[in-house]
Nanobody, 124 residues
């Protein structure tokens, strides 16, 4: 079993920055891709950012492009989401996910493992 544990959420003012972390542990697991998704109250979950672990190709939702950056530390089995210039509409629970093999790294259905989520609240 693979465990993903997110951390780094919190309450910040608009314009501030946060860095989310996702630490992977458990059974031997080589992920093809890791991603971040979010769900705001009353809204459907949405893709935020993802990365191919081999090659490092990345993808971002249009709403976060230029503000958020996904990165990784292979030695620590950790993926990060650096979030800058946060807006009130970024308020959501952010989930880390890992895929054993993803045809498209932006699709929720391609991911096999999920973290418990971390709350990000941005006050305007």
């Amino acid at each position: 079993q693979v465990q993903l544990v997110e951390s780094g959420g919190g309450l910040v003012q608009a314009g501030a920055s946060l860095r989310l972390s996702c630490a992977a542990s458990g059974s031997t697991f080589s992920s093809d891709a890791m991603g971040w998704f979010r769900q705001a109250p009353g809204k459907d979950g949405e893709f935020v950012a993802a990365m191919r672990m081999s090659g490092g190709n990345t993808a971002y939702a249009d709403s976060v492009k230029g503000r958020f950056t996904i990165s990784r530390d292979n030695a620590k089995n950790t993926v990060y989401l650096q979030m800058n210039s946060l807006k009130a509409e970024d308020t959501a629970v952010y989930y880390c996910a890992a895929s054993r093999r993803a045809r498209s790294i932006t699709l929720r259905a391609e991911y096999d493992y999920w973290g418990q989520g971390t709350q990000v609240t941005v006050s305007s």
